[in-house]
């Protein structure tokens, strides 16, 4: 990992109290889970903004698998496939977590299995994954960027009989690290530019489609609700230059190592169970605040960090 993604992953670490604490409070709170899963589609023909995932589910060949990576306890992707039989896994870094959640709050939700963005491939056969949808997750990640490569990895390549290659669908708010005041796990932005889909934050920016050629074509388009959707269809093999599967072990053996470490250091754990003493109490109580004033404090906040 480089120093950067190491910065961005200890940062991480350090948000997973207000995650934890952000989910507990919905699913305890009887108005917000009514809300959540109102427009949760868990149970309901399957739909996604800007694409037809019932004809790609359609196209492809056999019974095919999806996977909602990062997918936290929202449930937002749609479960029906009338054409023919989907299997659906649903993957989480925090799935432990809110696998309890669950439990506790006795929901009849599927469970959710470990995994990581940014080591995906340590989990899936190459070309084993027909789609793979990430939402509001991967502005989340140490490395964005390599959240997708990864993923590509995992993909299907077409085939001769004309069947495209495995699509990475993502649909994300615009610019949320800027409007959290890179706090937590947001330390990334995803945006529109000129039609390009975007990483950027303080430090660096890339253009997607610029960086994935000749293995991926990119459809980015931004939604009426100002969300950023974009279609990544994979057309080639990933080089080894851009992924192989030691490099992602050892990520994933390193990312384990900061955990041990980070955990076992008596301040960092001192700041950790703070965090989670302050946001279990800091949540419920927004949980029934206005979002009109939950937003507007957000935004007070994000201009006390700009200044």
Same mark, same amino acid.
């Given at each position: 990992?480089?120093?950067?993604?190491?910065?961005?992953?200890?940062?991480?670490?350090?948000?997973?109290?207000?995650?934890? #604490?952000?989910?507990?409070?919905?699913?305890?709170?009887?108005?917000?889970?009514?809300?959540?899963? /109102?427009?949760?589609?868990?149970?309901?023909?399957?739909?996604?903004?800007?694409?037809?995932?019932?004809?790609?589910?359609?196209?492809?060949?056999? $019974?095919?698998?999806?996977?909602?990576?990062? +997918?936290?306890?929202?449930?937002?992707?749609?479960?029906?496939?009338?054409?023919?039989?989907?299997?659906?896994?649903?993957?989480?870094?925090?799935?432990?977590?809110?696998?309890? @959640?669950?439990?506790?709050?006795?929901?009849?939700?599927? =469970? @959710? =299995?470990?995994?990581?963005?940014?080591?995906?491939?340590?989990?899936? !056969?190459?070309? /084993?994954?027909?789609? @793979?949808?990430?939402?509001?997750?991967?502005?989340?990640?140490?490395?964005?960027?390599?959240?997708?490569?990864?993923?590509?990895? +995992?993909?299907?390549?077409?085939?001769?009989?004309?069947?495209?290659?495995?699509?990475?669908?993502?649909?994300?708010?615009?610019? !949320?690290?800027?409007?959290?005041?890179?706090?937590?796990?947001?330390?990334?932005?995803?945006?529109?530019?000129?039609?390009?889909?975007?990483?950027?934050?303080?430090?660096?920016?890339?253009?997607?489609?610029?960086?994935? $050629?000749?293995?991926?074509?990119?459809?980015?388009?931004?939604? !009426?609700?100002?969300?950023?959707?974009?279609?990544?269809?994979?057309?080639?093999?990933?080089?080894?230059?851009?992924? /192989?599967? !030691? #490099? /992602?072990?050892?990520?994933?053996?390193?990312?384990?190592?900061?955990?041990? $470490?980070?955990?076992?250091?008596?301040?960092?754990?001192? $700041?950790?169970?703070?965090?989670?003493?302050?946001?279990?109490?800091?949540?419920?109580?927004?949980?029934?605040?206005?979002?009109?004033?939950?937003?507007?404090? =957000?935004?007070?906040?994000?201009?006390?960090?700009?200044?």
């Amino acid at each position: 990992m480089t120093h950067t993604e190491r910065d961005s992953f200890n940062r991480w670490l350090k948000g997973i109290p207000y995650e934890i #604490a952000f989910w507990k409070s919905y699913y305890g709170h009887k108005s917000s889970l009514e809300q959540l899963f /109102s427009w949760s589609s868990y149970g309901e023909e399957c739909q996604l903004d800007n694409f037809d995932i019932q004809a790609y589910a359609a196209s492809c060949p056999g $019974k095919p698998r999806f996977v909602d990576l990062g +997918c936290s306890l929202s449930y937002t992707f749609g479960t029906e496939f009338p054409s023919k039989p989907v299997y659906i896994e649903r993957i989480d870094p925090l799935a432990t977590f809110y696998n309890r @959640i669950l439990d506790k709050s006795r929901i009849d939700r599927p =469970k @959710i =299995k470990f995994g990581m963005i940014e080591n995906i491939s340590t989990i899936y !056969e190459p070309g /084993s994954i027909d789609l @793979i949808h990430i939402r509001n997750a991967l502005d989340h990640c140490a490395n964005p960027m390599l959240g997708i490569i990864e993923s590509l990895a +995992c993909l299907r390549n077409g085939n001769n009989e004309g069947a495209g290659g495995g699509i990475l669908y993502l649909h994300h708010h615009r610019n !949320e690290a800027e409007g959290e005041a890179y706090r937590g796990f947001h330390q990334y932005n995803i945006d529109s530019r000129n039609g390009q889909l975007v990483l950027w934050n303080r430090d660096a920016c890339i253009d997607v489609a610029d960086a994935l $050629k000749g293995i991926a074509t990119v459809q980015c388009s931004v939604t !009426e609700h100002n969300h950023i959707v974009a279609v990544i269809q994979k057309t080639g093999n990933v080089p080894p230059s851009m992924h /192989s599967p !030691e #490099a /992602s072990a050892r990520r994933a053996a390193e990312m384990l190592e900061m955990t041990i $470490k980070a955990f076992n250091s008596p301040l960092f754990a001192l $700041k950790y169970h703070m965090a989670v003493f302050t946001s279990s109490l800091a949540h419920p109580v927004m949980r029934r605040i206005p979002r009109r004033l939950v937003d507007t404090l =957000k935004a007070f906040l994000a201009k006390r960090h700009h200044t």
